[in-house]
């Protein structure tokens, strides 16, 4: 999973990726990205304007590797998971989220930088309405 982060708050501007291992951010790209992450997004303004979009991708190689022809579907079922948990955490903290599946998939890899095996599935832009 990636953060795409506007600024004005603790993290400088730019794009992280979520490191599970270590439960933390590495920031890939430095600067704000959101005009672009919307321009890849048919232009939908939430992502300009939030502060914050998580973006979920997956390695499909990586999954099929371990789950075989059922990887595909366990990977939309996961990134479900993941979107609804993030969804709820906000509810809990009173931060607005809404779900964007509409974006072209080439697009979003090269404004992430995403190496050529990972496929962004699900931008979740975020902040207080
Ligand atoms: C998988 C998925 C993808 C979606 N993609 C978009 C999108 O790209 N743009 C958008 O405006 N709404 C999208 N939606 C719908 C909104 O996130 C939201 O569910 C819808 O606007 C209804 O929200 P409301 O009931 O609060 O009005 C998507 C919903 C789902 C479940």
Redesign the pocket.
Same mark, same amino acid.
């Given at each position: 999973m990636h953060v795409v982060v506007g600024g004005g708050g603790k993290l400088e501007p730019g794009v992280y990726r979520y490191v599970p291992e270590d439960n933390t951010l590495i920031r890939e790209i430095a600067g704000d990205m959101r005009e672009k992450l919307s321009n890849a +997004?048919?232009s939908?303004p939430?992502i300009r304007s939030a502060p914050v979009s998580f973006v979920i991708s997956a390695v499909y190689a990586r999954i099929a590797g371990k789950y075989g022809n059922r990887g595909l579907r366990y990977t939309y079922m996961e990134a %479900?998971h993941a +979107?609804q948990n993030i969804s709820l955490l906000g509810v809990e903290l009173g931060i607005g989220i809404?779900?964007? %599946? +509409?974006?072209e998939d080439e697009e979003v890899k090269n404004v992430l930088k995403l190496p050529a095996n990972e496929e962004p599935l699900?931008?979740l832009p975020l902040g207080y309405i």
């Open positions: +997004a048919l939908q939430m %479900g +979107a809404c779900t964007v %599946g +509409a974006f699900y931008i």
